[in-house]
C-alpha cells in the first residue's frame, strides 16, 4: 500500500526526525508530480514529524529563467502543495531564495565536496548533454547547494525518487567528510525515503520514458490544471497493449504502459498492485481505463480547482509563503551560524 513518507528512527543518535524536501519551480505540475511527491508529503504530515518544504527556486536559475515566468511557476507549485492538502501550519512551506542560509551553506559545501564527486553526478551530464563546456558554473555545483537545502535543517530523512537517490548519498559524502575534517558530528546523515506504488510515473504514449513536462506531446502527461474532460481524454488514449490484465504483477514485466497505468490506479487508490490486478485481472483495457478515468478525475479535479482558485489570488500565495520561509530561518540561522564558528568565521 502507498503509505506515503515513512520517517524511521533518526540515522544519527541526537537528531529530531526532520522530513525536507524540495521541488524546482518549472511549471506544468502532472501527475508524476504528485503521485510522487506532492500526495506522499501531504500523507506524511499526519504522522507528527516535522516536514519542511521547499520551492527550490535557486536551482532553477541554473539554466535560464524568463524571470515572469519563474516567479509565476513558483506561485503555482505553492498552490499544487497546498491544493494537494499540504497544510501551511503543519508543515513548513517556502522558496528557498527568501532563505538566504541555503545560499550561506552551500559555499561552505563547495569547499567541503572534490571536484571527482561533481563529475560522478549523472543528472549534470544529462542536462549539460554535449554542450558541458557551456553549462553555467551553478549547474555543475548544484549538487552541493542540495545538500545544503537538507543538511542546513539537519534534516534526517529525504523523500526522493530513484535518480535523486545519488544525490542524496552525496549529501552524505559531504556531511562525513565536513563532520571528519573538523572533528564533530555537526551534521547528521541523512536517509534517503524511496517507495510508492507510482513514485516513478511513467509516460502515457511510451512506458519506458518518464512522464515529464519538456515531452512535446502533451498527449503524454496528466497536468494538475487539466479538468476532467481533458483528464478522462488522455487516459482513453493512453497507450496500451492488446492483452488482458494479468491476475499478478508479475505478468506486467515486459509491458511497461500496462505496469504504468495498474500503477497509476494502485496510487491514486491508495492500494497496491497486486489488489489493482486481483480486481481487475483478466480484463481488457476497454474496461480497465474507465475505471481509472474515473478515479483519477475524483482524486485530481478538485486539486486543479483549489489550484486555480489560488493562483487567482497570489497575495494569499505570497503570504503562506513568507510565513514559511520565516519559520524555516528559525531553524537554519542557528545552523549556519553554529556552522561559521565551527569553520573558524570571525564575526559569525
Not at 499544487?80 to 550561506?104: T, W
Not at 490506479?265 to 485481472?281: I, K, N, P, Q, R
Amino acid at each position: 500500500m502507498t503509505e506515503g513518507v515513512q520517517t524511521p528512527p533518526a540515522a544519527d543518535a541526537g537528531f529530531t526526525p526532520r522530513v525536507f524536501s524540495g521541488i524546482q519551480p518549472s511549471g506544468q505540475l502532472h501527475l508524476g508530480n504528485y503521485l510522487g511527491a506532492l500526495k506522499r508529503f501531504a500523507d506524511a504530515q499526519e504522522r507528527g514529524v516535522q516536514s519542511i518544504y521547499c520551492m527550490v527556486d535557486l536551482h532553477a536559475i541554473t539554466v535560464w529563467q524568463d524571470p515572469a515566468d519563474l516567479r509565476n511557476a513558483t506561485r503555482e507549485l505553492a498552490a499544487g502543495f497546498i491544493a494537494s492538502g499540504i497544510d501551511p501550519e503543519k508543515s513548513i512551506l517556502f522558496n528557498q531564495s527568501q532563505v538566504p542560509e541555503h545560499a550561506q551553506l552551500a559555499w561552505m559545501f563547495n569547499c567541503v565536496a572534490r571536484l571527482g564527486w561533481m563529475n560522478r553526478m549523472t543528472q549534470f551530464k544529462d542536462k549539460a548533454g554535449k554542450n558541458a563546456e557551456k553549462a553555467s558554473l551553478g549547474l555543475y555545483a548544484y549538487p552541493a547547494l542540495m545538500a545544503a537545502d537538507i543538511l542546513i535543517y539537519h534534516a534526517t530523512h529525504v523523500p526522493v525518487g530513484e535518480d535523486q537517490k545519488q544525490h542524496v548519498e552525496l549529501t552524505r559524502d559531504i556531511a562525513a567528510k565536513f563532520n571528519h575534517d573538523y572533528q564533530t558530528d555537526f551534521f547528521p546523515m541523512p536517509e534517503p525515503v524511496i517507495e510508492g506504488a507510482a513514485t516513478r510515473v511513467m509516460s502515457l504514449r511510451d512506458g519506458s520514458k518518464k512522464m515529464s513536462k519538456s515531452d512535446p506531446s502533451d498527449a503524454s502527461r496528466i497536468n494538475m490544471t487539466d479538468d476532467a474532460d481533458t483528464i478522462a481524454a488522455k487516459i482513453r488514449k493512453a497507450k496500451t497493449d492488446p492483452d488482458a490484465l494479468p491476475s499478478d504483477a508479475k505478468g506486467l514485466e515486459g509491458r511497461p504502459e500496462a505496469r504504468n497505468l495498474v500503477n497509476i490506479y494502485a496510487a491514486l487508490s491508495d492500494s497496491t498492485v497486486d489488489a489493482v490486478l486481483s480486481e481487475f485481472g483478466g480484463q481488457q483495457f476497454s474496461a480497465f481505463k474507465p475505471k481509472l478515468s474515473e478515479l483519477a478525475v475524483e482524486r485530481l479535479a478538485p486539486i486543479s480547482t483549489e489550484m486555480a482558485r489560488l493562483m487567482q489570488h497570489t497575495d494569499e500565495i505570497d503570504a503562506i509563503l513568507g510565513r514559511g520561509a520565516a519559520r524555516a530561518r528559525e531553524i537554519a540561522t542557528p545552523v549556519i551560524k553554529q556552522t561559521y564558528e565551527i569553520v573558524g568565521l570571525v564575526g559569525s
